[in-house]
Every structure is written in structure tokens, then in C-alpha cells.
């Protein structure tokens, strides 16, 4: 837990870092037992809300993995104001989900621009991992813009969806990293491009909405090597983060949230594509590098 914690809060710093919002960036991890009773849930969220308050502002929280609005809104009730995307009913702006997946699309679309020249999607091959609230958008988005989507999940009510109402293609988890296509969106956990995946791929980009998908930052060079594209994370899926921050901080609307995330994720990638193609680097590095110049700069 505490590993999780330290390199997602380092990968929330150089998400608000990279396109210059003026947040700093942390995370928690609530380390839950394997025999937790989960009527317990919302005592232990009313807990870490106590704990957030006793901060005073030093430190905000929001919805992740494992976690929903529904849960902020307890958390608020003893860590309120420092509280973000609790449900519209209570006063917040709601699930980040759909920014993100927005703003993954967005990144998808500028990969495709720079792999094949132009930004269309009709026709292309993209696997999606995991169909929870940003996965689930994503596909929404790709469908509509003509793109030939596979799925996989290992949730059957999910499995049953996507594959029999929306008559994707499923791809079982155990298939997914031999399996060709053009894009693969990783939306679930992190760690998923490591030393045995990244031999197996079969893509000609990675651009998903996952956190941490590398397990160590020197796989991007075994990417780079293999001749895959990857999108980093923390610049592709920033727009839940920065639509919530705008609309609860800024007084933005929804929509103006939406042409926010719209148009930066592509201008943010489209600079780590350039300084990585210029200097010769991974887009990973390409992307620290502008984040650790922006921090060293007080933004």
C-alpha cells in the first residue's frame, strides 16, 4: 500500500505538472484487510474524511480505483471541504470517469494523427482493458467514431454487456497482450507493461486511461525499442483530474470542462511526441522532463 501510494502521488504530480495546473499532487491508499467486513466501509471513509480535515487543506481527496462520488460524499461528511467530486445530489461535480475517457479518446485521436498522418478512427483496431467508468466511456467514444473495439474484462455482468449489447469482440484476459490490433487502452490496474507483457504486444501504440502502467519507468525504452508508441498516463488521463478541478475551483461549466480537456490532452501529447522525437527519448521521459522543468520552475 504504501509503494501504491508513493508512486501514484508521484504520478498525480506530474499529472497537474505536465499541463500546468497549479495543484501539487498526492494520493492515499486505504489498506483494507482480506477479512474486512464491508458494512464497516463507511466508518473507516468517515475515519480517513477525520483525518483529512485534521490537515486543514494541505492535502484534498477524490475518487479513484475502488472508490465512487457516492464515497466522497461520506468522506465529506468529516472531511468536507476537501472534498472533490462528490455526486451532483450533494453539491459536486460527480464521477470524474467520463472526463477521463474524454480525454483518453482525445489522446487515442492524437496518436492515430501521429502514427498514420491524420486523426480518424474509423476502421482502426483498439483494445480496451477493463470497462469500469473510464473504460465503459471509451468505448462509448470509440464506437461512435467508427473504430473496430475489443474488449476485456474479467467481470462477467460487465463480460455480458459489452459483448452481447454493444456485440464487441471479448478478448479474455489471458489473450490480451498477444492479441493485434492498432491501439491498446489499458483502464484498469497499473503495472501492466512490465518485462513479460511488453514482449507480447502486438500494437502499434499504447494510450489507455490507467495509472501507473508501467512497472518501472525503464520500459518505455523496451517499448520505444519495439517500435510501440506509448501515450504516458499521467498526460493522457488527466482530464478527469483537471475538468473536476476546473468546475469546483475555476466555476467552469460542464461543457466548457469538456472543450478544456478536449483540446489540452492533444496539445500536452503532441509536445512529449515532438521533444521525444527532437532529443531522441521516450515519451516518457520526454513527458517527466517538462513536468520536473515546470516544477523546478514553480509553474
Known amino acids: 500500500a504504501l509503494q501504491d501510494a508513493l508512486r501514484l502521488s508521484a504520478g498525480m504530480t506530474y499529472k497537474f505538472a505536465v499541463p500546468g495546473i497549479p495543484f501539487g499532487g498526492g494520493k492515499a491508499v486505504i489498506a483494507i484487510p482480506s477479512e474486512f467486513d464491508k458494512q464497516s466501509c463507511p466508518a473507516l471513509l468517515r475515519r480517513h474524511g477525520a483525518l483529512i480535515q485534521q490537515l486543514g487543506g494541505l492535502f484534498f481527496t477524490g475518487p479513484d480505483f475502488g472508490t465512487t462520488s457516492e464515497d466522497m460524499d461520506i468522506i465529506a461528511e468529516t472531511g468536507a471541504p476537501y472534498i472533490f467530486s462528490r455526486t451532483l445530489a450533494a453539491g459536486g461535480s460527480g464521477s470524474p470517469g467520463p472526463f477521463t475517457a474524454l480525454g483518453v479518446f482525445t489522446g487515442i485521436q ?38 473496430k473495439v475489443m474488449f476485456s474484462d474479467v467481470d462477467e455482468g460487465a463480460i455480458r454487456h459489452f459483448r452481447d449489447e454493444f456485440e464487441l469482440k471479448f478478448v479474455p484476459a489471458e489473450a490480451v497482450y498477444r492479441t493485434e490490433c492498432d491501439i491498446f487502452a489499458p483502464c484498469a490496474l497499473g503495472a501492466v507493461l512490465n518485462a513479460d507483457t511488453i514482449p507480447q504486444l502486438k500494437c502499434r501504440a499504447v494510450a489507455g486511461g490507467a495509472n501507473n502502467q508501467l512497472a518501472d519507468p525503464e520500459n518505455a525504452k523496451h517499448l520505444l525499442d519495439r517500435g510501440i508508441l506509448y501515450a504516458p498516463d499521467y498526460v493522457i488521463n488527466v482530464g478527469g483530474a483537471m475538468a473536476i478541478l476546473g468546475m469546483e475551483t475555476q466555476g467552469w461549466a460542464r461543457d466548457q470542462a469538456e472543450k478544456e480537456v478536449a483540446e489540452n490532452v492533444p496539445r500536452v501529447l503532441r509536445q512529449v511526441f515532438e521533444l521525444a522525437a527532437t532529443e531522441g527519448i521516450t515519451t516518457e521521459a520526454a513527458a517527466r522532463r517538462i513536468a520536473e522543468e515546470r516544477l523546478s520552475a514553480g509553474m
Not at 483498439?126 to 467514444?141: D, K, N, P, R, W
Open 110 to 147: 492524437t496518436v492515430c494523427e501521429h502514427l498514420f498522418g491524420d486523426m480518424t478512427l474509423k476502421s482502426r483496431r483498439v483494445l480496451v482493458q477493463g470497462t469500469g467508468s473510464v473504460g465503459g466511456a471509451l468505448i462509448e467514444h470509440l464506437g461512435a467514431a467508427g473504430a
